[in-house]
T-cell receptor, first 116, second 112 residues
Framework: GAVVSQHPSWVICKSGTSVKIECRSL??????MFWYRQFPKQSLMLMATSNEGSKATYEQGVEKDKFLINHASLTLSTLTVTSAHPEDSSFYIC????????????FGQGTRLTVV | GQQLNQSPQSMFIQEGEDVSMNCTSSSIFNTWLWYKQEPGEGPVLLIALYKAGELTSNGRLTAQFGITRKDSFLNISASIPSDVGIYFCAGRYGGSQGNLIFGKGTKLSVKP
């Protein structure tokens, strides 16, 4: 299957700092990528849809100024958690859809963020 | 909004048993996908279904796209300990460019 690489796989940061998470589609171009948040033992919660060359579309209740998304190329989207607080600690996962393969969605490995 | 009902929420089975889980919706979907997520990892695509009635296998896994296009099931035969994880269904509505929505997952535990 197609490969989506997410980096870093885990990060610990201090309250008030910002953290950037990268999502790359390694062997296909992704005009659309998605960012999810997952709490322990729960399903995936869609945060935003990242569109190449345009602004991201955020789901209701997700603060766009806190979770900055940039999709500057067809293979890279970034999520920046700004002014992180302990309640932002979570598992963040990206996915990218391969339109050349019927829109199959492939996921990154996830990033475990811990804010201390 | 669109919703997928995935059941059961969790399963505790003995190694060697067969497993069945399903997803249903009140809306029509044009694609069904099944994923498996292991702890600390992102979901991995298991099976993709594109046509009503389609039955597709991947090793011991079999999934079907319901003929009403509102449901799908996943079966795992002769379960083994490494089948442990959370299984998610995902459905796409609104055409090939439509969004994917996910079920809440089925957590599978296998006792050796």
């Amino acid at each position: 299957g197609a490969v989506v690489s997410q980096h870093p796989s885990w990060v610990i940061c201090k309250s008030g700092t910002s953290v950037k998470i990268e999502c790359r589609s390694l062997d296909f171009q992704a005009t659309t990528m998605f960012w999810y948040r997952q709490f322990p033992k729960q399903s995936l919660m869609l945060m935003a849809t990242s569109n190449e060359g345009s602004k991201a579309t955020y789901e209701q209740g997700v603060e766009k100024d806190k979770f900055l998304i940039n999709h500057a190329s067809l293979t890279l989207s970034t999520l920046t958690v700004t002014s992180a607080h302990p309640e932002d600690s979570s598992f963040y996962i990206c996915s990218a859809e391969d339109r050349d393969r019927g829109g199959l969605a492939f996921f990154g490995q996830g990033t475990r963020l811990t804010v201390v | 909004g669109q919703q997928l009902n995935q059941s059961p929420q969790s399963m505790f089975i003995q190694e060697g048993e067969d497993v069945s889980m399903n997803c249903t919706s009140s809306s029509i979907f044009n694609t069904w996908l099944w994923y498996k997520q292991e702890p600390g990892e992102g979901p991995v695509l298991l099976i993709a279904l594109y046509k009503a009635g389609e039955l597709t296998s991947n090793g011991r896994l079999t999934a079907q796209f319901g003929i009403t296009r509102k449901d799908s099931f996943l079966n795992i035969s002769a379960s083994i300990p490494s089948d442990v994880g959370i299984y998610f269904c995902a459905g796409r509505y609104g055409g090939s460019q439509g969004n994917l929505i996910f079920g809440k997952g089925t957590k599978l535990s296998v006792k050796p």
